[in-house]
């Protein structure tokens, strides 16, 4: 049975880049986004943490939450957070190359409990239908597509500890790992081309529907999903307010889809099927 999440709303009452505004909560609290906030060169404890009444627990160790950031613009997205307790999930990667499936159906087959889509794809220039990974893959040990230097994050799990890294290789004997780009927070900090709003590859500006994986100081696992578009760097500041330190995108705009499927379930379907999914179980 599917069950609609909490929500808090989130209110920037001007566009995130432009500065001003402030974010309010269901339950009442409240920040002012100033400049300050937004050229903070590194992010403390959060400013706008989600309440304990926010969440709905979706299992045991898995909860959920959502917010909505409105613009000045009349624009909004809905995002949908959920977290993982670091103590009882490890995580996999699922799928293989080829046309790809749902995420719901990668992890259902594999007899898991979570997961997100992975990291960007292309299509050989042969015509084939085959999706196929952009970035390091690393699959139950093995490594399945290389690493790219130009990528600026990898999450990994190596049997003990899951992480976000920043412009560097997962360590020797990671189970899994998944490289993508861009990182939009790390230890608190939004990288410079994430902020820049001209002269640099990324389009800070630019809004689509993002999948992020997340972590926070004490390492526990977070998805981020906006059902909406946003800009990365919109995605950088609510991290810093909600207390993420360190945040990867993952592929995102039609691929965008994650699922749980534990003793609550949420499938939110993404418009193409992925290759790759990363996948959470209990330990």
């Known amino acids: 049975m599917k069950y609609a999440l909490p929500f808090i709303i989130l209110i920037l009452l001007s566009a995130v880049s432009a500065g001003g505004g402030r974010i309010v909560s269901a339950s009442g609290s409240s920040v002012q986004i100033t400049d300050e906030i937004l050229l903070t060169e590194k992010f403390g404890e959060p400013l706008f943490p989600i309440k304990k009444g926010d969440w709905k627990a979706y299992g045991k160790g898995i909860s959920a939450a959502e917010i909505t950031l409105e613009r000045n613009d009349s624009s909004s997205s809905l995002i949908r957070i959920v977290k993982f307790d670091k103590a009882l999930f490890s995580f996999s990667m699922l799928g293989e190359e080829g046309r790809g499936k749902p995420a719901d159906v990668w992890v ?89 709003k001209s002269g640099v590859k990324l389009d800070v500006q630019k809004r689509s529907r993002r999948s992020v994986i997340a972590e926070d100081r004490k390492g526990d696992i977070y998805f981020l999903i906006s059902v909406q578009n946003m800009s990365f760097q919109e995605l950088g500041v609510v991290c810093g307010l909600t207390g993420l330190s360190k945040a990867l995108c993952l592929d995102g705009g039609s691929s965008t889809q994650f699922c749980i499927m534990d003793s609550d379930t949420i499938i939110m379907s993404g418009l193409e099927r992925v290759p790759f999914v990363i996948g959470v179980r209990r330990k």
Request: hydrophobic share 30%.
């Open 108 to 196: 259902s087959e594999a007899k898991h409990i979570a997961g997100i889509n992975a990291n960007y794809y292309f299509y050989r220039e042969n015509g084939s239908p085959n999706k196929i990974p952009l970035g390091l893959i690393i699959k139950e040990g093995k490594q399945l597509y290389t690493w790219k230097e130009n990528y600026s994050g990898c999450f990994y799990y190596d049997g003990k500890k899951a992480g976000i890294l920043y412009k560097e290789k997962p360590p020797a004997g990671s189970i899994m790992a998944c490289q993508s780009f861009p990182v939009v927070i790390y230890d608190g900090i939004i990288p410079e081309g994430v902020r820049e």
